[in-house]
């Protein structure tokens, strides 16, 4: 039995179709939609080097706008699928993409996750998922349907 589908969320066209077809799971098994969305840490460099010109400001001012931004789509879409009919609830965090998804789904008692994979064409899309999507499929304990 599904009862708590967590759907990882970015706004990116992968993750919108995973919306979509969660939308459909849940509502078929009357089931509790969770939207995750991870803003991903980045480490501005503090040595001397070509990548150094971001200060801690910067990095503050970027995570801020970030999350405003996030948490102005998520609640649109958590709204949109309220109406739909769907039982929805979001969260917003920051930290490591793929280690969050995995910590919120044990933390939520999840059994489903339906995420977006990168992107990919030609060979790179015949050999690997995204670097996320297969890190969470090898240590989810959980189901995990990846959308391409």
Known sequence: MIRNILIPYDGSPLSKKG???SKEI???FNANLDLLMVIPMFYPMSEPSIYSGATM???HKIIKQLK????KEIKKVTEKCREAGVKTFYKLVQGDVAY??????KKNKTDLII?????????????????????????????VTIVH
Do not use: F, W
């Open 19 to 21: 919306l979509e077809l």
């Open 100 to 105: 969050t998804i995995l910590k919120q789904a």
């Open 57 to 59: 400001g910067d990095y």
């Open 115 to 143: 995420m977006g994979s990168r992107r990919m064409r030609g060979l790179a899309a015949i050999k690997r998922l995204g670097s996320t999507a297969r890190y969470v499929s090898e240590h989810a304990n959980c189901p």
């Open 26 to 28: 849940a509502r078929n």
């Open 68 to 71: 405003t931004k996030g948490e």
